[in-house]
Each structure stands twice: as C-alpha cells, then as structure tokens.
C-alpha cells in the first residue's frame, strides 16, 4: 500500500467529521423506511420518529462544523502525545471517547436530575456509540494525517 508523501490534517478532519456523522445520518435514514411504531389514539399515528429524522437533517451541517475543528483538535492532541503508531493513535482516539462520553453522561444525568442506575445507562450507551463512531473517524485522521510523518 502506497501511503501520500505528505500529511494532510485539516483535510483528515474534514474527512473524519464526516465519518463521525455517518452513523447518526445511517439512523436517520434507516427511519425514513421504518413504519410507524406508536399511535397516539385510534385516529393519529406517532410521527416522533419522522420528526426526529427532520432535526437531524437540519442539524446536520451545523454539527459537521462543530465536529471539523474537534476532529483537528484531537488528532493534534493525540500527535502531541507521541501517538503516532496506529494501536496506541486508535487507543487515545478511544479513551478520547470515553472520557466525553463520562462528561457529557454526567452532565445529561445532573441536568435531567436521573438516579445512579439511569446515569450509568446513559454513559453506557453514549461510550459505545462514540466508541463505533470515533474508531473508523481516528483510522481515517492516521491514515491522511499520521502514516506519511512514519516513512
């Protein structure tokens, strides 16, 4: 495999911000062709699912830009660190995710004033999703922005 000769990391990032999306954007599309799960009565059928898709779309290109320079920022972070072997660049992108997936779990919990066991699933569940999310997005910011600084 023939890696670029020079690195490119404002390019990574944008690259990465778009695969951090994609997941978000495969289960809003995944809604599009789902049925309607819930009915309100017997006249009206539940369009949260549709509804949500619609914010995700118009929220979309407004977290893209937030996602860029986060993207930027840590792979810079993780390059400073001296992590520019794949294992250990995709191991600090994971704990990268971990530790946001702690603070931001913690910051849901004491917003919706939730119990241990409710914090604790919502940590679960935003640790895996960023966890999915951020591994293929850190291959991607190694391989454009990390492989050609190894030659």
Avoid: N
């Avoid at 978000?24 to 509804?51: C, F, K, Q």
């Amino acid at each position: 495999m023939r890696y670029p000769t020079t690195p490119h990391p404002v390019a990574a990032s944008y690259a990465a911000a778009f695969i951090v999306l994609l997941p978000i954007l495969a289960m809003a599309a995944s809604e599009l062709y789902a049925e309607p799960t819930g009915s309100l009565d017997a006249e009206h059928v539940d369009d949260s699912g549709m509804r949500a898709v619609g914010l995700v779309f118009i929220a979309a290109p407004f977290m893209y830009l937030l996602a860029v320079p986060v993207s930027y920022a840590a792979g810079l972070l993780l390059m400073k660190l001296g992590l520019r072997r794949l294992r250990r660049f995709l191991a600090g992108a994971a704990a990268i995710a971990l530790l946001t997936a702690l603070v931001l779990g913690l910051g849901c919990a004491a917003l919706a004033g939730s119990g241990s066991s409710q914090t604790l699933q919502v940590i679960g569940i935003g640790a895996v999703f960023l966890v999915a999310s951020t591994l293929p997005a850190a291959l991607c910011w190694w391989y454009l922005a990390v492989s050609p600084l190894r030659e």
